[in-house]
Every structure is written in C-alpha cells, then in structure tokens.
C-alpha cells in the first residue's frame, strides 16, 4: 500500500469485466442417478490397508544407533514421550534459539596475543628460515613470551607467531605458529623488546627479510579445530544431515581459556581475531560459552548412522542457563572428539 492506494503489482493485476456466462445444463435424470450413487460408494468405502513394507510411523529406528540414556530425567529429553517425533525434530532444527545458555561471543572475547607467557630457558630450537615479505600486511598474529637464560634471572623478550591467516601472506610462505622471529633485515630481535619488535614490523620498507626458528618439538594444536555441532532438547539428532559443521575453538587468541567458541568456519575465527587487532566492529557470528564447574559434560558416546560408514562419537554439555537444551559436539575422528573433550572438561563437572 502506498500513499491510500492499492499496489496492484503485489496482488496482480485488478480483474477486468467479462460477458456474463451461459446457464450452465441441469444434469438428466440418469446423470444425476450416477452421481449420487458414486458419492454413497465414496462415503461406504473404508481406507485402503497399508501395503507390504509400509508403516504409519516413518521412525527411522535404525538411525538411533546404540545412545544409553543419561541418568539424569534432564539429559533423557529424547526418550520422553514417543508420539512426539515431530515436536523433537522441530527442536533439533532450532538452532537459532539461544536457549542453549550461549551469549554473543563478541561481548566477551578479548586479545590474548600479549600474554607475557614463560618461554622456558632459551635454549636451541629447532630449523631456522628466512621468509621475505613484500606486503605490508604479513597475516599473522604475534605474541610476546618471556624467555630466562640458564644459570641467570635475567628476563628477555621474545617475539613469537600465535596465529597464522589461512590464504595471507604469512600461510602462503610456510610460516609455522610457534615460531620465534631471530632478525628482521639483519636486526637481532632477541635484543630488542617485543614493542621494538613489533615496530620494526609496521615501519620498515618492504621488503622486509625475517629469519624465524621454528619450534623444536611442535605439536598439532588441538585447543581448535573442526567438529560436528547441534543444540537442541533430543540430544544427538536422528539423521546426520541434521549435524552442523562448524570451527572450535578453546581459548585461543581472543578468549580466556576457559571460553568455549564455535565459529561458522576457520576463516570467521580469524577474520574475528584480526578484526580485534585492528580495532574494528566484529561483524561474524560467534556462539560462546564460558565454561564453570555449573556445567555438566555426559562422556563420549557413540551412534550409528545408517548413511555412514563409521560411528560418530560425541559428547552432551548441558548449560546452567538453558531450561532444556544441550550442546552436543561430535567426530567421525576419536582422537579428535577426544581433544575437545579433554579440554571441556576441565573447566566442567560430570553429570
């Protein structure tokens, strides 16, 4: 509507006048005989018996795997009430709903990258390589750690690679997180502070030569990765299309450790971390929780899908927040659903 008028172009074209229609023909006696005995069979007629195969109740048990119930009435939402298949998928489809005891992860994540952590003793580390940038962005996230030489007290500054940007500069030459920067343009930066460090960085003209060391002994970081995630009111859902795929992240760059994030992808989680960095409005989706000993984790379980070939193990986190929901994180991967679950748990208490 606009201006006391009707916009035709959203409700079509108004009818134009038509010649009145003939008289439609009255039916013959025999006609209408016909049709009132077809209605009588109609009304007569019982509906028709199910075939061979077919169930009114499109359960797919077979889906449903080997799940044990949880203990707790809480936990055990999924087996109440059986007539209720089509209320639990429309649970298992909400997860837009917040009642999963989540918050807007920006409100709570903070950069972590000068954290000021020991670096041990200083000692040998492992390859050295030299990397040569010509942009003036290098996609990489730097932390300071203090290091203490063996046999001294004395405290120096290091400047290390928290975080490396998928498709930048930094992942595009083979820069490993860990590594610890030696020189830039021939500097040492060992003797300079993490701030001076830093400097050189920003104002130097490019190109700008960096010789890094990698670290001697450097191990997968399994504080994020990829996991299959839902949250709803049945538990593990039904169908695996159901799971959504989605980046973790426990603590991390932009989150005390014991702030569970789940990211739309691993380029969102780092769009995020460089959005802080630069001081700029967060624009990505983040769903966070900041786990307390009030959150109550099942153990792993497993469930069989019949459109999969291996079992997906996952585990339930339960809110202190939500009324009914619960968070489930799953793998096809035992070592990786394992990893995640080791680091939930820690902060959380068994059910």
Same mark, same amino acid.
Not at 8 to 25: D, H, S
Not at 221 to 234: E, I, M, N, P, R
Not at 337 to 349: D, E, G, N, P
């Given at each position: 509507?606009?201006?006391?008028?009707?916009?035709?172009?959203?409700?079509?074209?108004?009818?134009?006048?038509?010649?009145?229609?003939?008289?439609?023909?009255?039916?013959?006696?025999?006609?209408?005989?016909?049709?009132?005995?077809?209605?009588?069979?109609?009304?007569?007629?019982?509906?028709?018996?199910?075939?061979d195969g077919e169930e009114e109740d499109d359960d797919d048990d077979g889906d449903r795997g080997a799940d044990e119930p949880y203990s707790s009435e809480?936990?055990?939402?999924?087996?109440?009430?059986?007539?209720?298949?089509?209320?639990?998928?429309?649970?298992?489809?909400?997860?837009?709903?917040?009642?999963?005891?989540?918050?807007?992860?920006?409100?709570?994540?903070?950069?972590?990258?000068?954290?000021?952590?020991?670096?041990?003793?200083?000692?040998?580390?492992?390859?050295?390589?030299?990397?040569?940038?010509?942009?003036?962005?290098?996609?990489? /996230?730097?932390?300071?750690?203090?290091?203490?030489?063996?046999?001294?007290?004395?405290?120096?500054?290091?400047?290390?690679?928290?975080?490396?940007?998928?498709?930048?500069?930094?992942?595009?030459?083979?820069?490993?997180?860990?590594?610890?920067?030696?020189?830039?343009?021939?500097?040492?930066?060992?003797?300079?502070?993490?701030?001076?460090?830093?400097? /050189?960085?920003?104002? /130097?003209?490019?190109?700008?030569?960096?010789?890094?060391?990698?670290?001697?002994?450097?191990?997968?970081?399994?504080?994020?990765?990829?996991?299959?995630?839902?949250?709803?009111?049945?538990?593990?859902?039904?169908?695996?299309?159901?799971?959504?795929?989605?980046?973790?992240?426990?603590?991390?760059?932009?989150?005390?450790?014991?702030?569970?994030?789940?990211?739309?992808?691993?380029t969102s989680y780092e769009q995020v971390v460089v959005s802080m960095f630069q001081q700029k409005k967060i624009t990505q989706r983040v769903k966070a929780?900041? /786990?307390?000993?009030?959150?109550?984790?099942?153990?792993?379980?497993?469930?069989?899908?019949?459109?999969?070939?291996?079992?997906?193990?996952?585990?339930?986190?339960?809110?202190?927040?939500?009324?009914?929901?619960?968070?489930?994180?799953?793998?096809?991967?035992?070592?990786?659903?394992?990893?995640?679950?080791?680091?939930?748990?820690?902060?959380?208490?068994?059910k």
């Amino acid at each position: 509507f606009g201006g006391g008028g009707f916009d035709f172009g959203a409700f079509g074209a108004p009818p134009q006048a038509q010649a009145p229609a003939p008289p439609a023909k009255k039916p013959s006696g025999d006609r209408l005989k016909k049709k009132r005995s077809g209605r009588k069979a109609d009304r007569a007629a019982p509906p028709p018996p199910p075939s061979d195969g077919e169930e009114e109740d499109d359960d797919d048990d077979g889906d449903r795997g080997a799940d044990e119930p949880y203990s707790s009435e809480r936990f055990d939402s999924s087996r109440r009430g059986g007539g209720r298949r089509g209320q639990e998928d429309d649970e298992d489809d909400d997860d837009d709903d917040d009642d999963d005891g989540s918050f807007d992860g920006a409100g709570e994540l903070e950069l972590q990258g000068d954290g000021h952590r020991g670096g041990g003793g200083g000692g040998s580390g492992g390859r050295e390589y030299e990397v040569v940038f010509h942009e003036a962005k290098l996609g990489m /996230l730097l932390e300071r750690r203090d290091e203490w030489k063996p046999g001294s007290e004395k405290r120096f500054e290091t400047t290390t690679v928290k975080m490396v940007v998928e498709g930048q500069a930094a992942a595009a030459r083979g820069v490993t997180v860990g590594s610890k920067i030696l020189t830039i343009n021939g500097q040492n930066c060992l003797r300079k502070t993490y701030q001076e460090t830093l400097e /050189l960085v920003k104002t /130097l003209p490019r190109p700008i030569f960096v010789v890094l060391e990698a670290p001697r002994d450097q191990e997968d970081d399994t504080t994020q990765g990829w996991c299959l995630y839902k949250s709803s009111v049945a538990g593990a859902p039904r169908a695996y299309e159901k799971w959504k795929r989605r980046y973790y992240v426990v603590g991390g760059a932009v989150a005390r450790p014991n702030v569970l994030q789940i990211y739309e992808s691993k380029t969102s989680y780092e769009q995020v971390v460089v959005s802080m960095f630069q001081q700029k409005k967060i624009t990505q989706r983040v769903k966070a929780w900041k /786990l307390t000993r009030k959150f109550k984790i099942s153990g792993i379980k497993s469930k069989v899908y019949r459109t999969r070939a291996t079992p997906v193990k996952y585990f339930a986190l339960k809110s202190p927040k939500s009324r009914m929901k619960q968070i489930c994180f799953a793998s096809e991967n035992m070592a990786g659903i394992q990893a995640l679950y080791a680091h939930t748990k820690r902060f959380c208490s068994s059910k």
